[in-house]
Nanobody
Framework: QVQLVESGGGLVQAGHSLRLSCAVS????????MGWFRQPPGKEREFVAA????????SYADSVKGRFTMSRDNTNKAVSLQMNSLKPEDTAVYYC?????????????????WGQGTQVTVST
């Protein structure tokens, strides 16, 4: 059984930082890529960042490149998303997910396991 639990969301002013964490249970973690997605109010869920199973490759959406950093800790079965220079348009519910099929890291359909999400609100 795979479970993902996000934490670290909250309300922050524009320009400030937040760090999201995702704790993963189950045996698949070390052999699967992981991703962060977000769903802004009234919009569809979108790709934010991803990391390969070994942590040696990362990819980012253009909108967060240079501001967000994703990492993973295979010993402790966790991934994190360091978000710097936050903007009001980063406001969304953020989800971590486990990739279970081959293909692009940015495609939602490649991920079968999802957390419950954590709210990030960036004020002006």
């Amino acid at each position: 059984q795979v479970q993902l639990v996000e934490s670290g969301g909250g309300l922050v002013q524009a320009g400030h930082s937040l760090r999201l964490s995702c704790a993963v249970s189950g045996r698949l973690f070390g052999s699967r890529g992981m991703g962060w997605f977000r769903q802004p109010p009234g919009k569809e869920r979108e790709f934010v960042a991803a990391v390969s199973e070994r942590g040696d490759t990362t990819s980012y959406a253009d909108s967060v490149k240079g501001r967000f950093t994703m990492s993973r800790d295979n010993t402790n079965k966790a991934v994190s998303l360091q978000m710097n220079s936050l903007k009001p348009e980063d406001t969304a519910v953020y989800y971590c997910a486990m990739k279970t099929s081959s293909g692009s890291y940015s495609e939602l359909r490649r991920y079968s396991y999802w957390g419950q999400g954590t709210q990030v609100t960036v004020s002006t």
